[in-house]
């Protein structure tokens, strides 16, 4: 609707242009200036401010015999054509047109700059992308953290281990892509313990894979799926009445770097219906993670 509305709004100028001009064109040529005339009043107007003028007996003005104006100081205009005339006006509307803010006048193509935005830490080493719409949440706990506005349970952050406890070499320090697993899900459902009575967490290690990016460097991804079940009248004296539904399902994916001798995790957390559906852009910020050297 939008465009449609631009596109009549440009035909209705063009047209409105090229009735103008056609009709300034015509009123030109009627009003009988020649050439002659067109010297006349070229002349008069160069030597205005050096010499006196006076009258011809036509009413034009001319240089009076004691000022005498070189022939190469007057230009003759040149002849314009009626259809040069138009197609450099509608070629002047068109430029302006173009640079008018309503243009562009078909959607713009997504691409991961339009779709993201880059954060970098200099001082601890890292960077990588994250949709443009979330935002920063401070105060989470996390070196950095990041949320879906919408979506409350959907968000990223980096967690960094401790310069003065760690010396990592290499993400190898953590065994195989397995082993690194085994260590992340334990540690999730460390988090995520809960004092409630009658919560039950069911878990599993869906992947767990090694690859070298583009800086050289080794990364390991683990992704891991919880489920959480509980009982709204865990209190009940009847078994049938202390029935678990499910409360959430999450998809949990971690990738693991190490630089600076520090391990750095990147976290991803989504409900595992909205992964489903985000799974291309989610991916693409869990491969756009990296380590570096740290600034001192």
């Known amino acids: 609707m939008h465009n449609e509305s631009i596109r009549n709004s440009l035909s209705y100028t063009l047209s409105l242009s090229l009735s103008l001009s056609h009709s300034h064109t015509h009123t030109r040529h009627t009003q009988g200036v020649g050439t002659g005339d067109a010297n006349s009043a070229i002349m008069s107007s160069a030597g205005a401010g050096a010499c006196s003028s006076t009258a ?14 070189p022939r190469r100081h007057v230009c003759a205009p040149q002849a314009v054509s009626h259809s040069d005339s138009r197609r450099r006006f509608v070629s002047t509307m068109l430029s302006t047109l173009t640079l008018s803010p309503l243009l562009p006048l078909l959607p713009a193509t997504a691409s991961p700059s339009s ?12 960077t990588f992308f994250y949709p443009r719409s979330w935002i920063q949440v401070r105060g989470a706990g996390a070196d950095i953290f ?28 953590l065994g ?49 799926n919880i489920k959480s079940y509980a009982s709204n009248n865990e209190l009940a004296v009847m078994p049938e009445d202390r029935v678990q539904k499910l409360e959430w399902d999450r998809r949990y994916l971690s990738v ?3 630089e600076n001798k520090r391990l750095y995790e990147l976290r991803l957390q ?13 991916r693409e910020v869990m491969d756009s993670f990296r380590v570096f050297k740290a600034i001192d």
């Open 256 to 258: 693991l770097g190490v």
């Open 176 to 224: 195989s892509p397995e082993d690194a697993a085994q260590k992340v899900l334990r540690q999730y459902l460390t988090e995520l313990m809960s004092t409630r009575l009658g919560v039950k967490r069911e878990s599993n290690v869906l992947t767990a894979s090694q690859r070298v990016a583009d800086d050289g460097r080794n990364y390991y991804q683990v992704e891991v």
């Open 146 to 173: 990041f949320r879906d506005p919408l979506v409350l349970d959907e968000n990223i952050s980096v967690e960094i281990s401790s310069p003065s406890s760690s010396k990592y070499k290499s993400v190898e320090d």
């Open 56 to 69: 011809s007996a036509s009413g034009f003005l001319r240089p009076s015999p004691t000022c005498v104006i």
């Open 115 to 126: 779709s993201f935005k880059e954060h970098i830490d200099n001082f601890d080493g890292y």
């Open 270 to 282: 989504s409900p595992e219906k909205v992964f489903m559906e985000e799974e291309r852009d989610l």
